[in-house]
């Protein structure tokens, strides 16, 4: 089990930044594959980006590339997204998530998730 709290919402005008913050609990953080999700009202949820579990692998959605950043800092149990050059779109509920194994971009790989933290980015 592994239990997830995000943290770094609120809101921000376009162009501005946000840090976005996961800590993680329970079993070893580094046994996790962790990724970020978001979802707007009445849309599906969507994935923003995913981490390998020893940080070396990335991999992130066409619509933030260039401007999120995920990272992860195992010995604090913690996943971050940086989002630079933040968009009214990028406006959602953001989600983390754990799987075990290998990153993936499919939401439904993922066992564990966070309570989510809202973003807003003013026009």
Known sequence: QVQLVESGGGLVQAGGSLRLSC?????????????????????EREFVATISRSGGSTAYAVSVKGRFTISRDNAKNTVYLQMNSLKPEDTAVYYCAAKTVSPSSQYNEYG????????????
């Open 23 to 43: 800590a993680a609990s329970g079993r070893t953080f580094s046994s996790y594959a962790m990724g970020w999700f978001r979802q707007a009202p009445g849309k």
């Open 112 to 123: 564990y998730w966070g309570q989510g933290t809202q973003v807003t980015v003013s026009s």
